[in-house]
């Protein structure tokens, strides 16, 4: 069985690392803050007790106030999954730091949140629309879209 | 002595030179022509059914009793449709490119023995003319792809020329040998030389030749001009109407025209006994359109540096070293029983075959970009 | 003297016989030698996730049908599974069974499309395809019997399966099952040894298994690079681990090996067949759900194994009768994040032969 491992318990060993990176955890997820969220992706990936080599869904939900970044991590080796999570709450222009470099999965997941959402994706190598065609004016999975 | 040069003699007594010249030679073309058709549509019916056979269902079945006017149907129903030309493509190529495809496929049939002297012309050189007038068709092609002006066209056409170049050579190679153990280039000749089949006198010679000949027809495997799965339809991707039936019809006339050929040169032709010449003909032609079929029906396609290879490095050297072989035999054992020929033959075939398939590899790999 | 050359650019289009739906790729051609390649998705885009926000999740189910329209029923399951995980609905055991039973049969018919295509694309001239058809109609009449659909079934539903099988069913497909193996004999016979298609597939289009986990393709393209995750042993789902069979894993990522991996998990889907035909238990069906759901406050990724990959939900639900956010994660759209890596330097009729052997779907990618 895979094991969710325990938002709370992986929030105390980031915040060894960086502190200040967790804004909230709860059993299910953690959430950190979008600054922080490269340094906190690299160390979930290279730390051998952790081991997340595997970024199976990398979508966006849009909470009114603010959007929520999810991403869902898999260890293919030790058999354990977390659920990663950041928020930005600027509706305008909102940018989370691009995962392309450390796990190539989130190529394409990237380039659809920003198209559906609207999330700028900083550091993303080809950050073009891909689901509707370019041109195409809005992001339509917004709650205020229709 | 053919039989239109008999009926030329005999007009001579009763009516002018000029019509007595002119009339035979009409009713002999005629003859030839209608003969082609109608076997071309036979074969298209013939391999349609066929082919259904091979993949566990029923070929096309609802016009006619078994669907024999199913080919009738299809070239109809082509030629209505409307000749569309794309309109940035060089219009007198575009034109031209099916005729100079179709045209040398009729033209193979003038010398193609279909009885014991029913035969439009007895070339002295038969055979040559055979092999000059089939490589008309490669410029055809690639005038088609080239005139489509559409990059899909212009990959197969530029497949075209590096295929039905290389495999020229191992076919010419093979039918040499087959002049040698013959005596002659002329068609007739090389009939009535087989006594016994050359299929089992130079098993290997036939190998080569059938592997090249089906290789020029562009069938499968070896169909990567048309490779409806990658380039959509090759050089006629821009062709309809009329020009698409030309292309249409050239390749069955291609596969009926080399048919014909394994027939007369492989096969020893007409002979045979108890029936007709011209049935045994037909019976042979058709046994080698199944063949074909069935390679079409079983094997994928290979790439096209698989088959530049298998051109180069495993037809051509086995051709030279089989006519080396046949022409020593020729050389110093004119006279020997022919039985021990077929047996030394097939033994020799059977290792150099051996040999290839362990030594060679159809390659082609990745390339560092 | 060198001959100036230059790269040209083929648009191998939305409409074109190999591409398996409307998909289009932009290749940068070298004579005949791919050096870049830029997928161009979107065709089919519907806003199916846009769609279900607005609607209940019981009506969400004939959407999920519409997605891998050539394993629906996989959809129906994935979704349902994820609703019930986050409800907390316990389903009855027949259900499972059954649940199980049709998710395999559709592993079994979407591999034998998915063989037949690939073969196709190589250009066998549709012998295989109409071999492997033959079997796949069996099944296609086996799904008719159940829920009358042959191709979007709409057959799962909350809490179980929307209703019980016939009983001409039974008997039919323990006789499918009984000739199934016989007839991937025949398939492996015709092809496995074939010498064209060997020097076609093998050594083409590898992908190594560390770019495979890195860009988190899944499915047999994942096995077929020598990692060995397959979700049903991994995080057993439904009953799975009440059921025996192995996981085939290649050697070395080639589309050969993903041809294998496919072959050989057809086998072991006769396998699991023949255990829950046995195992099958009495019972109802459906549990007592209400016809408008309020699941609780919460999120919920539920994965499955469908023939491509792994296929996931995630739901966010804010208790009203329609989720808050409806995602699906395609597995399609990300075995295609290696295709590049797979492709460049290859000649153009291994692109198609590639593009073949990842097996997709358009109606997943473009949702």
Known sequence: MTTALNGEQVARRINKVSPGAVVASDKAAVVVTSESLFKVAEFLKNTPALDFDYLTDLTAVDYTDYFEVVYHLISLKHNHSLVLKTRCHDRDKPVVPSMTGIWRSADFQERETYDLMGIVFDGHPNLKRLLLWEGFDGHPLRRDYL | MTLLEQFRLWLGGIWPDWAAYLVPGIVGIVVVLAFVVVLVIVFIWFERRLLGRFQIRLGPNRLGPEGIFQPIATALKILLKEDIVPAKSDKVIHWLAPVIVFVPVLMIFAVVPIGQRAILTDLNVGIVYVVAVSAVSAVGIYMAGWASNNKYALIAALRTVAQMVSYELPVVLAILGVVLMAGSLSMTQIVAAQSIPFLVLQPLGFVIFFLGTVAEMNRSPFDLLEADSEIVAGYHIEYSGMKFAMFYLGEYGHALAYSCIITTLFLAGWQGPFLPPIIWFLIKVFAVFSVIVWMRATLPRLRVDQLMSFAWKGLLPMAIINLFVIAVEMLWLPEINLWILVVTNIVFAGVLVLLWSRLFSLGGGRVEV | ?367
């Open chain 3, 1 to 367: 003297m060198v001959i100036k050359t230059e790269p040209f650019i083929l648009n191998i289009g939305p409409q074109h016989p190999s591409t398996h739906g409307v998909f289009r790729m932009r290749v940068t051609l070298d004579g005949e030698v791919v050096v870049d390649i830029e997928p161009v998705i979107g065709y089919l885009h519907r806003g199916i996730e846009k769609m279900g926000e607005n609607r209940t999740y019981t009506q969400i189910i004939p959407l999920t049908d519409r997605l891998d329209y050539l394993a629906s029923m996989t959809n129906n399951f994935a979704y349902v599974l994820a609703v019930e995980k986050l409800a907390g609905i316990k389903v009855p055991e027949r259900a499972e069974y059954l649940r199980i039973i049709m998710a395999e049969a559709m592993r079994i018919s979407s591999h034998l499309m998915a063989v037949g295509f690939f073969i196709n694309d190589l250009g066998a001239m549709m012998t295989p395809v109409l071999y492997m058809w033959r079997e796949r109609e069996k099944l296609l009449d086996l799904f008719e019997m159940v829920c009358g659909q042959r191709l979007t079934y709409n057959y799962m539903r909350i809490g179980g399966v929307s209703q019980d099988i016939p009983e001409e069913f039974l008997p039919a497909l323990k006789k499918f099952v009984a000739e199934m193996p016989g007839f991937i004999d025949e398939y492996d016979q015709l092809l496995l040894q074939n010498e064209v298609l060997l020097a076609r597939t093998k050594g083409v289009g590898i992908l190594p298994g560390d770019t495979a986990i890195n860009t988190a393709a899944s499915g047999p393209v994942l096995r077929a690079s020598g990692v060995k995750w397959d979700l049903r042993k991994a995080d057993p789902y439904s009953i799975y681990d009440r059921f025996d069979f192995d996981v085939p894993v290649g050697t070395v990522g080639d589309n050969y090996d993903r041809y294998w991996v496919r072959m050989q998990e057809m086998r072991q889907s006769v396998r699991i067949l023949e255990q829950a035909i046995a195992q099958l238990p009495g019972g109802e069906v459906w549990a007592k759900v209400p016809q408008l759901l309020h699941p609780p406050v919460g999120e919920v990724y539920g994965h499955i194994e469908s023939p491509r990959g792994e296929l996931g939900f995630f739901l966010v639900s804010d208790n009203s009768i329609a989720p808050y956010r409806f995602h699906i994660r395609p597995p399609t759209l990300i075995n295609l994040t290696a295709l590049k890596d797979m492709v460049v330097g290859w000649k153009v009729a291994d692109l198609i032969s590639t593009f073949g052997s990842i097996d997709v779907v358009l109606g997943e990618i473009d949702r």
